[in-house]
């Protein structure tokens, strides 16, 4: 069934993509999520124990939204959250219950957020909300439960810890945690 949802919504995806269970997609008219070969989608605690049984979602916002996801890749029970663009490379494990979103969802300013206004028909206090995009290179791991915000970048073959909040670009070949996630070690590939 979720083959044929995201072949409803018009996500190009490759071979042999598995998405198992219940899975949230909402994907803007307009909007663009393309996702490699391989891909693995794991939702509840049916497959991940550490999920405790959440569901997982994939979402764009906006017509100018892009989600692309390599070849390779495996997720379980994560939010993908596009206001303008998430980029996640080739052979990249992102662990249960993570939350990816290049954007603040809602203005700073609490006179925008309390004004209710629209243009058309979406509210100002989302339309204003700061977004920059978030890349995750090939072959990164990230633990479960990690938050990665908006502007972020992280380089290919690092490790992010459990539980990070990623607010700041990571370099390749480390491994960085905390909050905020900051580097650790450097790995000696």
Same mark, same amino acid.
């Given at each position: 069934f979720n083959r044929f949802k995201f072949w409803l919504n018009d996500v190009k995806f490759?071979?042999?993509?598995q998405v198992y269970t219940k899975f949230f997609l909402n994907k803007a008219p307009?909007?663009?999520?393309?996702?490699?070969?391989?891909?693995?989608?794991?939702?509840g605690d049916a497959f991940n124990p550490l999920c405790r049984n959440i569901c997982g979602c994939i979402n764009t916002t906006f017509p100018y939204s892009q989600i692309s996801i390599g070849n390779g890749t495996g997720i379980s029970s994560a939010c993908l959250w596009a206001n303008s663009s998430i980029t996640i490379g080739?052979?990249?494990?992102?662990?249960?219950?993570? #939350?990816?979103? +290049?954007?603040? !969802?809602?203005?700073?300013d609490f006179r925008?957020?309390?004004?209710?206004s629209k243009i058309g028909k979406m509210s100002k206090d989302v339309l204003t909300a700061k977004t920059a995009p978030i890349v995750i290179e090939d072959d990164v791991l990230i633990g479960t439960r990690c938050i990665i915000l908006k502007g972020v970048t992280i380089g290919a073959r690092s490790v992010i810890g459990s539980g990070s909040i990623v607010?700041?670009? #990571?370099?390749? +070949?480390?491994? !960085?945690?905390?909050n905020p996630c900051k580097v650790i070690r450097i790995l000696n590939n």
């Open positions: 490759g071979r042999n993509m307009g909007s663009k999520i393309t996702i490699g070969d391989d891909f693995i989608y794991t939702n080739n052979h990249v494990n992102i662990g249960g219950d993570c #939350i990816l979103m +290049d954007s603040d !969802a809602h203005n700073l925008v957020r309390n004004a209710k607010t700041k670009s #990571i370099p390749p +070949d480390c491994i !960085a945690a905390g």
